[in-house]
């Protein structure tokens, strides 16, 4: 479904400044399936999204979706393929804009834009039951905005946004980092609720090594731009912590150091 195949990017290529953030990474994600990505601090967890999303286009390599070639779109196009939640909650909504104007902008997501924006007949009913499944009461709250809403409330949000159209791949991204314990675990219990019921192909970065154990199907582990390590389900259901740690040591050739705060 995603194929991802020999992709690096550097920064500044050339300069004092030089950055190799992605280094000939390969991937491939099957439909269905749900991956982690864990590494410490500039391992390329987040610069592999963006290559994917479009944020930036890749020095080389290639990246595709369901056989279409991405690889030089930009990031406006690959939005009818992609789902992005990120880890500011203020990323991924219009703050200015009420609840159901910001999930009519995620409804035509990817659609040619026509002078007629607003709310079509039924669209309203759409998004109160959608916001019901959350179980935060937005759902009476529709006309309220976006930026009146609490960072988890509004991450929740973000998240139906980026979901309501049941994209092909869906890009958390240390989505629930910024969120106090409490509510970062019921927006991820939230996440892996509609992965599992829209079946969405996600590839969701972590800064949180129980959090990469416990869901979705596979990890990917990070280290310098590379992929040092995928586990697949078979082998991933007795891991423990300590494993992880053993073998980011093993396969990266380096201790956690400063990072093994954010990989505990």
Do not use: C
Not at 27 to 45: H, M, P, R, S
Not at 119 to 147: N, P, V
Not at 203 to 208: D, G, I, P, S, Y
Not at 214 to 221: K, L
């Amino acid at each position: 479904m995603l194929k991802v195949e020999k992709v690096t990017k550097i920064f500044e290529p050339g300069t004092v400044s030089e950055k190799i953030a992605l280094n000939e990474v390969d991937l491939v994600l099957n439909e269905g399936d749900f991956v982690t990505v864990i590494g410490g601090n500039g391992a390329g967890k987040s610069s592999l999204l963006n290559a994917i999303a479009g944020r930036f286009l890749v020095t080389s390599g290639s990246i595709f979706i369901d056989g279409n070639d991405l690889t030089k779109q930009p990031e406006y196009k690959r939005a009818q393929w992609i789902g992005r939640v990120f880890q500011d909650p203020m990323m991924g909504t219009a703050a200015n804009m009420t609840i159901e104007e910001n999930l009519s902008i995620a409804l035509r997501r990817g659609k040619v834009r026509t002078l007629n924006w607003g709310i079509a007949r039924g669209e309203k009913e759409i998004f109160i039951d959608h916001l019901a499944q959350l179980e935060l009461g937005l759902e009476s709250r529709i006309k309220t905005k976006a930026g009146l809403l609490s960072g988890g409330q509004r991450q929740a949000l973000t998240l139906l946004m980026a979901t309501i159209k049941k994209p092909k791949l869906l890009l958390p991204d240390e989505h629930t980092a910024a969120l106090d314990p409490s509510t970062g675990r019921k927006v991820l219990a939230l996440t892996d609720k509609l992965v599992q019921d829209d079946h969405l192909t996600t590839l969701m970065v972590t800064h949180n090594m129980k959090d990469a154990i416990q869901f979705g199907n596979r990890i990917i582990m990070m280290n310098e731009g590379r992929i040092i390590a995928d586990i697949p389900a078979e082998k991933k259901t007795n891991l423990k912590v300590e494993d992880l740690i053993a073998m980011f040591e093993k396969f990266s050739g380096a201790g956690l150091a400063s990072d093994s705060m954010l990989l505990s």
